[in-house]
């Protein structure tokens, strides 16, 4: 069944900096790759995602890879603010119709001004 | 439109009580699932459904009943509460689409359990 591993659990990065938070996973038949995040208690909210027939996607200060090969997805964020600061999740699902969201453990990133 | 709306915000039992978690959602979403989210695990599944009289068992069921008799709505209702169950808990609801569909989540309920 699907399984998705993250890392790193925690980051911390200067303002201005890059960073990147990589989810692993096992099940080949996966087709949906989403990223969630997570402000001081809020709820999660989408942020990008992207399909398995594409290998990257942007939105100005982030994008999303996919190596299908490899099983893995990325999320990159640069030009890091102060506002970046959450928890950021990677998740997936299956090609099945309404098929169950599985989530990652979660990255709590840090900018520091 | 509301959006997903969960009750109790907040709520403490005692060991062995039971309770009910509400999840109304007004976006006419077939999908709809509870989570929990505990420190360092993510949010992990419960139970999930994909339209009325439709249930099916996540990643960590056991503890916890739900039923789907109407599109709107989504108890979660736990039946001995014990203090593992010590959480919070999320709702979450997306229309169907081929698998893809963004996840909108309620503002979650956060349940001790002493």
């Known amino acids: 069944g699907e399984n998705v591993e993250q890392h790193p659990s925690t980051l911390s990065v200067q303002e201005g900096d890059s960073a990147v938070i990589k989810c692993t996973y096992s099940?080949?038949?996966?087709?949906?790759f989403p990223w969630y995040k997570q402000e001081l208690g809020k709820r999660p909210q989408l942020i990008i995602d992207?399909?398995?027939?594409?290998g990257e996607k942007k939105d100005q200060r982030i994008a999303v890879t996919l190596n299908k090969t490899a099983k893995h997805f990325s999320l990159h964020i640069t030009e890091t603010q102060p506002e970046d600061s959450a928890v950021y999740f990677c998740?997936?699902?299956?090609?099945?119709?309404?098929?169950?969201?599985?989530f990652g453990q979660g990255t709590e990133l840090s900018v520091k001004p | 439109n509301a959006g997903v709306t969960q009750t109790p915000k907040f709520q403490v039992l005692k060991t062995g009580q039971s309770m009910t978690l509400q999840c109304a959602q007004d976006?006419?979403?077939?999908?709809m699932s509870w989570y929990r989210q505990d420190p360092g695990m993510g949010l992990r599944l419960i139970h999930y459904?994909?339209?009325?009289?439709?249930?099916d068992q996540g990643e960590v069921p056991n503890g916890y009943n739900v039923s789907r008799s109407t599109t709107e709505d989504f108890p979660l209702r736990l039946l001995s509460a014990a203090p593992s169950q010590t959480s919070v808990y999320f709702c979450?609801?997306?229309?169907?689409?081929?698998?893809?569909?963004?996840?909108?989540f309620g503002e979650g309920s956060r349940l001790t359990v002493l």
């Open positions: 979450a609801s997306s229309v169907q689409h081929e698998g893809t569909g963004e996840l909108f």
């Open positions: 459904s994909v339209g009325a009289g439709i249930t």
């Open positions: 099940d080949s038949a996966s087709n949906y």
């Open positions: 992207i399909r398995s027939n594409v």
């Open positions: 976006m006419n979403h077939e999908y």
């Open positions: 998740a997936l699902r299956g090609p099945r119709k309404g098929g169950k969201l599985i």
